[in-house]
């Protein structure tokens, strides 16, 4: 009660605000209108950080890589109808990658339901596809709980996305201060620990491999395994390889790595180890002819729905991945064991690296212009700050980029994930820019960005100039999807009639000039088509921290990657 006898009033929309915050939620990614831009005004309020963005599906992107990289879900917020349509894309893609993610929705007023309200949509159910909870509270003071439900249910058990629809005559309802109960921050994720003898189980077969791998997803990097994992590798000696995502969990140029051989490792192990992995097309769905027939699985990972998936597992480890990997740990405290580092299996793997890192390189150093990819990628991972965080989309540029850009920490590289999404690159670029000016100042953000993929959400670029932050872009531009045109090809097609009915739908305009993009907002723009003028303006933008760049990197329209071994698969992710 105040002082004058009347009573004290908050609003709806403070009421949500301060439930995230109580909920340890720090960012919140977002673009205002009717009838949430009260709710982002009490976010700032309370101390959440408000990054407005320019499509609501590259904020979701955003919010959901903050979930990944801190462990706490961030918060994507929209308003009614076409808003949270726009981010659906955003939380399938969360929910896909089992990333933990919160999207607020304004919806239109409950009186008015049914009756064609102004962007009346079924958002509760609309979401119900995309995320593990979808709810309404079913007032201002039911808020609270259904923020702590949504919250913890995004962290517990496999990570995903969750939405709490706000309608739009709670955000300006007040109510008496003294209804609202704040529930309490939720607490930590539950650690769980697999069965004892199926540990056992997977430390015998372990120990009796003779082709063994261990394979490191993204739900690794999630767990913060890094330390446990890299342990159990040196430990008993084993080989690994990383999951695009799982990259940098233990560093790319570990000597165990064997990144390098991937195909002729997933190939020919007799035993695999996943860690946070599952067994999706991204691992060519653990069946021949990529693997063994009988290779025996060990399955390490939180949900028990995932064990068993398109494989017969010899042994499962249903469990926290840093609390299993310590009970390996102990089994090989126990009575202690190494892989033989002389055995023939690290030989294989061993030469496989060398001459396919020395393709790669003979590749990197043609001469010829309009550059290569690998030549592109050898002189951007040459000048790459070891600590900087590396977001990649779009198909031969993601794709190559992975195998000579180098990961050296947990959580630094985002991609285009389980869901092949193209558009993340921006938003995921913006929430690792945030998160490291909180955490870790100074620390960069390189995004290595196809033509294509760019394009997506290529108007974020203004959000990364309104905040300043410190991302450096790469564009690099066949002048296609997946291939291109030359400019002089491109005007001799156009002579045999209209672009529509003429131009392959692969191609997008030569010679197009996306630096511009990022000069119209004042950062500093690039156009390069040597090898020189790459190193050079990437050491330019590099040293000068004042300002977001972007590098547009004209390479060989036709380029491709080099040849595989598994033609049949080469437009797979790997
Ligand atoms: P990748 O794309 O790197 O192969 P996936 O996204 O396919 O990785 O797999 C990640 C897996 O990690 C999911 O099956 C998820 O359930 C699991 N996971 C997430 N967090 C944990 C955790 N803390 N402990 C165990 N497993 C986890
Ligand atoms: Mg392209």
């Known amino acids: 009660e105040r002082s004058d006898g009347r009573e004290r009033l908050v609003s709806g929309a403070k009421v949500v605000a301060q439930a995230l915050k109580t909920q340890d939620v720090n960012y919140m990614f977002g673009i205002v209108g009717i009838p949430v831009t009260e709710i982002a005004l009490a976010a700032q309020e309370v101390g959440i ?14 919010a959901s890589a903050v979930g990944y990289l801190t462990g706490r879900p961030g918060v994507c917020l ?12 955003g939380m399938a893609n969360a929910n896909m990658n089992c990333w933990p993610l919160i999207v607020i929705g304004g919806s239109s007023e409950r009186s008015q339901e049914t009756m064609g309200a102004f ?14 909870f979808s709810a309404r509270p079913s007032s201002i003071e039911a808020i609270p709980s259904i923020i702590e439900k949504a919250v913890r249910s995004s962290i517990y058990g496999r990570p995903g996305a969750c939405y709490v629809d706000i309608p739009a005559d709670f955000v300006n309802l007040q109510v008496n201060v003294n209804s609202v109960r704040y529930v309490e921050c939720c607490m930590p994720p539950p650690v769980s620990m697999a069965e004892s003898s199926a540990v056992c189980m997977a430390a015998s077969v372990i120990r009796n491999a003779k082709q063994p791998l261990l394979i490191i997803g993204k739900g690794a990097a999630y767990a913060r395994a890094e330390e446990s994992i890299r342990k159990l590798v040196e430990q008993c000696k084993l080989p690994f390889l990383p999951t695009p995502m ?35 097309w991204i691992l060519h769905f653990g069946l021949p002819p990529r693997y ?12 028990a729905e995932e064990l068993g998936n398109n494989v017969r597992p010899a042994v499962t480890l249903l469990g926290d991945i840093n609390a299993v990997t310590k009970q390996l740990l102990e089994q090989f405290d126990k ?28 590749l990197a150093f043609k001469k010829s212009l309009p550059m290569n990819y690998y030549t592109v990628f050898y002189h951007i991972q040459e000048q790459l700050p070891r600590d900087c965080f590396v977001v990649s989309e779009g198909a031969n540029t993601m794709d190559i980029g992975r195998t000579v850009l180098q990961n050296y920490l947990p959580r630094h590289r985002l991609d285009a994930g389980t869901f092949g999404t193209m558009g993340v690159g921006l938003g995921f670029a913006i929430a690792s820019a945030l998160v490291a000016k909180d955490r870790n100042p100074g620390q960069q953000v390189i995004c290595v960005e196809g033509d294509s993929a760019f394009g997506f959400s290529g108007m974020e670029v203004e959000t990364i100039c309104r905040y300043n932050l410190p991302i450096i872009l790469l564009v690099v531009n066949n002048n296609g999807i997946y291939q291109g045109f030359d400019t002089d090809t491109w005007k001799e ?20 000039h996306y630096e511009h993009v990022m000069i119209a907002f004042g950062g500093k723009g690039y156009f390069v088509q040597t090898p020189e003028e790459l190193q050079k303006s990437l050491r330019q933008s590099l040293a000068d921290t004042t ?11 036709q380029a491709m990657r080099k040849a595989q071994d598994f033609h049949w698969l080469t437009r797979s992710n790997m």
């Open 246 to 280: 799982g990259k940098g969990v233990i560093p790319d140029n570990h000597p165990n790595c064997v990144g390098a051989a991937r195909s002729r490792a997933l190939q020919f192990a007799d035993v695999i180890v996943l860690f946070g992995a599952r067994l999706n």
């Open 49 to 62: 950080r408000y990054i407005g963005m320019r499509n609501e599906q590259a904020a979701c992107y955003a």
């Open 292 to 303: 063994q027939p009988d290779v025996k699985f060990i399955q390490v990972d939180i949900c």
């Open 335 to 362: 009575t202690p064991w190494q892989y033989p580092p002389e055995s023939k299996w690290w030989k294989i793997l061993r030469e496989k690296m060398k001459s396919n890192e020395a393709l790669s390189k003979e």
């Open 78 to 89: 929209v308003v009614s109808g076409p808003g949270l349509i726009h981010a659906l894309g």
């Open 119 to 132: 962007q009346e949509f079924p958002q509760v159910e609309a979401c119900r596809l995309y995320s593990k």
């Open 493 to 512: 097609m156009l002579k045999f009639g209209d672009a529509t009915t003429v131009a392959p739908p692969m191609c997008l305009l030569p010679h197009s």
């Open 547 to 557: 300002k977001p760049s972007l590098i547009n990197i004209m390479i060989e329209p």
